[in-house]
């Protein structure tokens, strides 16, 4: 089954408070992939996982952002402490296997407002 | 390095016309992939169409086409008879290779479409 969940949907925060958002791609597959999309721009990667393991998190602001991925199945990714320039929608997606595109299929976002 | 360019901001349409959005791409890769997402206001992405650097036919999905013209390292999105319900923002996107034999997603600003009845 295709798909990637994503809570909350929404979050409203105040600066130098923490977040954590979920994701979970239902199908399973061994890649999972972290967006940061903000308003009026494409979606940034911001760190890729294969199973366990990171690939890539080359544009992660490590200072404040972690992300973890146990087990190899659902992720988390956290901000602590955000910042006002953290407000962004924050997207899950994992590979949409069988379409022979191997295309990304995103969840439905987490909005993140920082105050 | 690996960059996507859309340099339309902001396009509209009469319903039932047909519209052209802009993509460029650039890359020193043999091996790439571009895809077309539509983004609509609720804020899912929705993959639309995908062509593959070694492809030779122009690809093609119900209403949706690709003209991809690999010399000029574009891949422009064709959307004939637009509806209302295809007033969204969309995405050119290229998969590209890095380090350790993975793929990477590189997204371009994209742009917004406005279809009027």
């Known amino acids: 089954e295709a798909g990637v969940a994503q809570s909350p949907r929404y979050k409203i925060i105040e600066k130098r408070q923490s977040v954590a958002f979920w994701c979970n791609p239902i199908s399973g597959h061994a890649t999972l992939y972290w967006y940061q999309q903000i308003l009026g721009q494409g979606p940034k990667l911001l760190i890729q996982f294969q199973n366990n393991g990171v690939v890539d998190d080359s544009q992660l602001p490590k200072d404040r952002f972690s992300a973890e991925r146990l087990k190899g199945v659902d992720s988390t990714l956290k901000i602590q402490p955000a910042k006002l320039e953290d407000s962004a929608v924050y997207l899950c997606a994992g590979p949409h296997c069988g379409s022979g595109y191997n295309e990304q299929f995103f969840g439905p976002g987490t909005r993140l407002t920082v105050l | 390095a690996q960059k996507i360019t859309q340099t339309q901001p902001g396009m509209f349409v009469q319903e039932k016309e047909a519209v052209t959005l802009d993509c460029t791409y650039d890359?020193?890769?043999?091996?790439?992939?571009l895809f077309w997402y539509k983004q609509p206001s609720s804020g899912e992405m929705i993959f639309l169409i995908y062509?593959?650097?070694?492809?030779?036919q122009n690809a093609t999905e119900g209403r949706y086409s690709l003209n991809f013209q690999k010399a000029r390292k574009s891949a422009n999105l064709v959307i004939s008879a637009s509806q209302l319900g295809d007033s969204a923002m969309y995405f050119c996107a290229m998969r590209a290779p890095f380090s350790g034999g993975y793929n990477k997603l590189i997204f371009g600003a994209g742009t917004r479409l406005a279809v009027h009845p």
């Open positions: 062509q593959g650097s070694y492809d030779e």
């Open positions: 890359t020193s890769d043999q091996s790439y992939g």
